[in-house]
């Protein structure tokens, strides 16, 4: 009987395989999407056959494909096609923008923006609807904060969203207004959705348009599985346009969906979705991830729940964006329905009552139904250890110390900054590092640069005491993203049986110096062993 010949066969590598003795291996073989062997150029080339498709990796060094554990891949994907304000540095840049989008725009037809940070701009202040009625009278518009925590809204947004000076404060949100009580155009949190909820719905072909531009972002990158952190609550028929995108290809990467708790149906005390659906339901393409819950905001929009008052704004200490009651119901809801339980907390008092509704709903059972906190910005030492002993995973974004850090220091002060979004103080936890991305930049080299520099966008250092190695940020990247999602058996690390995600870089990153760690260029990457992207 004839050998079953690999279909693919990666040659001349710096494979390194990240398995539990560090291996390192020239070439690997490929049959059905998952590695046969792993061996010299000389042992795997002899493995091939007359139909063995043959990539020479040139000497690049080969690792586990990225998994990005906590991103909005549809609404990164909405960005890439709509009005970027990211690069703005003042609001007449904004202001700008917005009045050459109005020129290729339709008269009453929304305008939709993305990106703008105030704490980036000049005026270190949002911009108004005052700001930006000279230039949009005749369009509805919204912007939407980088934090994706807040927007700014023109008046006739608000006009259209029945917004005045009479409307209250939804719960969980702001409606910021100046002295004379009139809003400003800016909407916090839960108040977002008075505006959201009049913007026409995104049809089903930009959804599938704007995952596809995600995944071809993804794969260029080196990404090969990403956990969108809130799915079917952005577009009417947003699963079926991932589950479309997938069946067509146009989204290459391993996808799971995180749902959002306060859009599933309760029924008998628990969560109702898709009679009786749960964490794990799908394919290795496409699957249901675990539910969101939201215990608290944004840190630059200091409106995480922290325990003591901001150093920036001594007035407020944040806010939790539901009773906490409430919070342990849904905890008690998802996981007595089978649901993986992922909670944003960001700051420590958000944080800590995380960690109590994970001691008082799953006890002992914690470890092994792996609860997620997702952000843990603002730590302490005694969160720390109970995160550590309870065995919940952390899925933080180590991209936010650049682009958000200077931000962090103003909010929090040196004391706070401490041991806020820490690294080094987190070993012995289980660790996922993720981008939030459209939040800030995505590629995951360039997260993985700022575990080994710890600098602010600014140049000034942020917690150096809290650096990591370079190897321990990739395997948080890929391991850490695989046991987040219960998927390490079969990604993370480049092992016979796994699933043969990877991606070629031109460099041993452990070879180059840590500021230039974000500029190493990724020049294959593969899923199941197919090649989705060449540079």
Same mark, same amino acid.
């Given at each position: 009987?004839?050998?079953?010949?690999?279909?693919? #066969?990666?040659?001349?590598?710096?494979?390194?395989?990240?398995?539990?003795?560090?291996?390192? !291996? %020239?070439?690997?073989? #490929?049959?059905?999407?998952?590695?046969?062997?792993?061996? *010299? +150029?000389?042992?795997?080339?002899?493995?091939?056959? $007359?139909?063995?498709?043959?990539?020479?990796?040139?000497?690049?060094?080969?690792?586990?494909?990225?998994?990005?554990?906590?991103?909005?891949?549809?609404?990164?994907?909405? +960005?890439?096609?709509?009005?970027?304000?990211?690069?703005?540095?003042?609001?007449?840049?904004? #202001?700008?923008?917005?009045?050459?989008? +109005? /020129?290729?725009?339709?008269?009453?037809?929304?305008?939709?923006?993305?990106?703008?940070?105030?704490?980036? /701009?000049?005026?270190?202040?949002?911009?108004?609807?005052?700001?930006?009625?000279?230039?949009?009278?005749?369009?509805?518009?919204?912007?939407?904060?980088?934090?994706?925590?807040?927007?700014?809204?023109?008046? $006739?947004?608000?006009?259209?969203?029945?917004?005045?000076?009479?409307?209250?404060?939804?719960?969980?949100?702001?409606?910021?207004?100046?002295?004379?009580?009139?809003?400003?155009?800016?909407?916090?949190?839960?108040? %977002?959705?008075?505006?959201?909820?009049?913007?026409?719905?995104?049809?089903?072909?930009?959804?599938?348009?704007? =995952?596809?531009?995600?995944?071809?972002?993804?794969?260029? @990158?080196?990404?090969?599985?990403?956990?969108?952190?809130?799915?079917? &609550?952005?577009?009417? &028929?947003? $699963?079926?346009?991932?589950? @479309?995108?997938?069946?067509?290809?146009?989204?290459?990467?391993?996808?799971?969906?995180?749902?959002?708790?306060?859009?599933?149906?309760?029924?008998?005390?628990?969560?109702?979705?898709?009679?009786?659906?749960?964490?794990?339901?799908?394919?290795?393409?496409?699957?249901?991830?675990?539910?969101?819950?939201?215990?608290?905001?944004?840190?630059?929009?200091?409106?995480?729940?922290? *325990?003591?008052?901001?150093?920036?704004?001594?007035?407020? &200490?944040?806010? /939790?964006?539901?009773?906490?009651?409430?919070?342990?119901?849904?905890? @008690?809801?998802?996981?007595?329905?089978?649901?993986? !339980?992922?909670?944003?907390?960001?700051?420590?008092?958000?944080?800590?009552?995380?960690?109590?509704?994970?001691?008082?709903?799953?006890?002992?059972?914690?470890?092994?139904?792996?609860?997620?906190?997702?952000?843990?910005?603002?730590?302490?030492?005694?969160?720390?250890?109970?995160?550590?002993?309870?065995?919940?995973?952390?899925?933080? %974004?180590?991209?936010?110390?650049?682009? /958000?850090?200077?931000?962090?220091?103003?909010?929090?002060?040196?004391?706070?900054?401490?041991?806020?979004?820490?690294?080094?103080?987190?070993?012995?936890?289980?660790?996922?590092? *993720?981008?939030?991305?459209?939040?800030?930049?995505?590629?995951?080299? =360039?997260?993985?640069?700022?575990?080994?520099?710890?600098?602010?966008?600014?140049?000034?250092?942020?917690?150096?005491?809290?650096?990591?190695?370079?190897? @321990?940020?990739?395997?948080?990247?890929?391991?850490?993203?695989?046991?987040? %999602?219960?998927?390490?058996?079969?990604?993370?690390?480049?092992?016979?049986?796994?699933?043969?995600?990877?991606?070629?870089?031109?460099?041993?990153?452990?070879?180059?110096?840590?500021?230039?760690?974000?500029?190493?260029?990724?020049?294959?990457?593969?899923?199941?062993?197919?090649?989705?992207?060449?540079?």
């Amino acid at each position: 009987m004839r050998a079953v010949r690999p279909e693919g #066969v990666f040659l001349n590598g710096n494979i390194l395989t990240l398995d539990a003795r560090n291996s390192r !291996v %020239q070439a690997l073989a #490929v049959l059905h999407g998952r590695i046969v062997a792993l061996g *010299s +150029t000389r042992e795997i080339r002899a493995l091939a056959g $007359l139909g063995t498709r043959r990539y020479d990796l040139k000497g690049a060094t080969v690792i586990p494909g990225f998994n990005d554990a906590h991103c909005h891949i549809l609404a990164f994907g909405l +960005t890439l096609l709509g009005l970027d304000l990211k690069p703005a540095a003042r609001i007449a840049d904004i #202001v700008t923008a917005v009045a050459a989008r +109005t /020129l290729r725009t339709a008269d009453g037809q929304w305008i939709q923006g993305h990106g703008y940070n105030n704490n980036k /701009l000049a005026e270190l202040r949002h911009p108004t609807r005052q700001d930006l009625d000279p230039v949009s009278a005749g369009h509805p518009l919204w912007l939407q904060h980088t934090s994706g925590h807040m927007g700014v809204a023109n008046s $006739l947004a608000l006009a259209r969203a029945g917004v005045t000076r009479d409307t209250p404060d939804p719960g969980g949100g702001v409606i910021e207004r100046d002295a004379r009580g009139e809003p400003t155009g800016l909407l916090k949190e839960t108040a %977002q959705r008075l505006v959201r909820d009049v913007i026409p719905p995104v049809p089903l072909d930009e959804a599938k348009a704007a =995952l596809a531009a995600a995944g071809r972002r993804f794969v260029a @990158e080196g990404i090969t599985s990403a956990q969108d952190a809130r799915a079917g &609550s952005l577009v009417p &028929s947003e $699963l079926r346009a991932y589950q @479309e995108a997938t069946a067509e290809g146009r989204l290459p990467v391993r996808t799971s969906l995180l749902l959002d708790v306060d859009a599933l149906p309760v029924a008998d005390g628990g969560l109702a979705f898709g009679f009786g659906l749960y964490s794990g339901f799908g394919s290795d393409r496409l699957r249901l991830g675990g539910v969101k819950i939201f215990l608290d905001g944004s840190l630059i929009g200091c409106t995480a729940a922290v *325990s003591a008052p901001y150093a920036s704004d001594p007035g407020t &200490s944040g806010f /939790l964006v539901k009773p906490e009651e409430k919070i342990r119901l849904q905890v @008690e809801q998802a996981a007595g329905a089978g649901w993986q !339980v992922c909670m944003h907390a960001i700051g420590d008092r958000a944080i800590e009552v995380a960690v109590g509704a994970v001691e008082g709903v799953m006890g002992a059972r914690a470890r092994r139904l792996r609860p997620r906190i997702e952000h843990c910005g603002v730590l302490r030492r005694d969160l720390i250890r109970a995160i550590r002993q309870r065995g919940i995973v952390i899925v933080t %974004q180590p991209r936010f110390i650049i682009e /958000l850090g200077d931000g962090f220091r103003r909010a929090l002060g040196d004391e706070r900054l401490r041991l806020c979004y820490p690294l080094r103080s987190l070993r012995g936890c289980h660790v996922a590092l *993720s981008s939030d991305r459209p939040v800030v930049e995505g590629a995951p080299l =360039l997260g993985i640069e700022a575990t080994v520099t710890e600098l602010t966008a600014s140049g000034a250092p942020y917690v150096p005491a809290e650096r990591i190695d370079v190897l @321990e940020a990739i395997r948080w990247y890929t391991q850490g993203g695989a046991y987040a %999602q219960f998927r390490e058996g079969e990604l993370g690390t480049l092992e016979v049986g796994k699933w043969a995600d990877l991606c070629a870089i031109e460099v041993d990153p452990r070879s180059v110096a840590p500021a230039d760690v974000g500029r190493i260029r990724v020049v294959l990457t593969a899923v199941g062993g197919e090649v989705v992207h060449r540079a």
